[in-house]
């Protein structure tokens, strides 16, 4: 499946722009942006955090999940 969103080609990577998130938490914005990299079982976040001085700061977060299947005995 090849991923969507828009391209970044210094990065290599897709951001999917249709999933940002917001979150504002004491007058302070937080933006967090999926990133998508083909034939990566990664799930990656961008997050932008406002510092007071209004300039931001960024992580790249990445987290491996993992699906099991329930079973029952």
């Given amino acids: 499946m090849k991923p969507t969103g828009q391209y970044n080609s210094d990065y290599d990577v897709y951001y999917d722009v249709d999933n940002i998130i917001l979150i504002t938490k004491e007058n302070l914005k937080y933006y967090t942006i999926p990133l998508i990299k083909a034939n ?3 799930v990656k ?3 932008l955090s406002e510092k007071s001085d209004s ?3 960024s992580k790249d977060l ?5 699906r099991r299947r329930n079973r029952k005995n």
């Fill in 55 to 57: 300039t931001y700061k």
């Fill in 40 to 42: 990566d079982s990664l």
């Fill in 62 to 66: 990445s987290l491996q999940i993992n």
């Fill in 45 to 47: 976040n961008l997050v």
